[in-house]
């Protein structure tokens, strides 16, 4: 099995994430996405955990979180936007909104001081997400190293997780410091912290990151499962619940809350449910989760992820920040954005003879993609360029200088945006004590 490292720059295969490690194809639910992002619409979000549990959530109008983070160790740039967009997207579809600076994992993996780390944290994400449209009154953003109330999570954490669990997904060995395992313990807490008791209790959460994450996603899935006093499975006309690590108190009240729904019996380990239907098994997992907050546990909710497509870097491969002609800024002066654009690698043939004959390769085109990931929201009038390229119609200086001028564009709007929320972004930024 292929082990996916989410700190490279590494291309991977995203064929081989969906076959050995279990992900879905979001394909299915489509239709049950109330806003439809471009993402969406253009498969640009192609997997999902999960995410049926955020979206029966929304059509419920139930209370559901969306959570990420950005580790300040260089330029935001356009692909973490990506990111910034989905979770914008997911607070204007009713969710609770979790922004974290991954402070304490710039520090231990990259070496930053952490003073460094929050004045790129403030400047180049926090600012950005706002000036994007994030809702700050109606968000919860802070810094890893700020939260205190994360570094108790990650103590629990760290009761239900090994050396082996993490080596096996991130090729951890002896010489990994132990700061290094530990900032990946806050990604899981910081995942998590959205279903604790201050913040409304268990609820579904959605991680919206690239493929390259899912190893995260993965162990925090695992961690909240070790988490649970009990588990609730479907089977064949029943419903169980089987104890896993509670003690006979709360095994009891337990058995005594649920006797009002179907014929319950007890057993030494577990109770199984008859008489009521595979719906109800919902219902009876929110009376388990519920036991188990009131009892000064979590009850938490596998959280949900969604995964999109990486935006390839302007010279191919990967974009990276700490390869800075791998990408635009969201600070880069417009017109130098504009001028990365222009220099770009393209889809294109070897003489312009020969694109007229054969037509260019979008797919394989970092300006086509910037186009379809982040300048074009007119469906219908990127996809007329992209048949125009493959059928010789169009050239790459064509596209080329229409990709540099909406580039230039938006750099200047969302700088002047900037501008105008910049003063009070401070203000927003929470300390968990």
Known sequence: MERIDPWTTKRIDISKIFKEFGMEKIDPLLEEIPVKHRFVRRRIILGHRDYDKVLNAIHKHDRFAVMSGFMPSGAAHIGNKMVMDEIIWHQEMGGDAFVSIADMEAHAVRGIPLEKCREIGIKEYITSIIALGLKPENAHIYFQSENFRLRDLMFEIGIVTNFSTLSAIYGFSGDTSISHMSSVLAQSADILLPQLKEFGGAKPVVVPVGFDQDPHIRLVRDIAGKLRRFKVELHDGYIRIRNKTADDDLFNELYKRIRGYGRPKMYQKHIDIFGLKDEDLNEVEKIVRQIEMDY?????????????????????????????????SLLDKPEDGAKKVEKAKTGGRISLDEQRKMGGSPENCSVYELLYFHLIEDDQEVERIKEECKSG???????????????????????????????????????LR
């Open 393 to 431: 119609e169009r050239v790459c200086g064509e596209c080329k200088k229409a990709a540099s001028i909406l580039m230039e564009e938006f750099l200047r709007d969302h700088q002047e945006k900037r501008k105008a929320v910049e003063d009070t972004v401070e203000s927003y930024i929470e300390r």
């Open 296 to 328: 000064g546990y979590f009850g938490f909710y596998n959280p949900s992820s969604i995964y999109h497509l990486l935006i390839s870097g302007l010279t191919g491969g990967k974009m990276s920040s700490s390869n800075p002609d791998s990408y635009i």
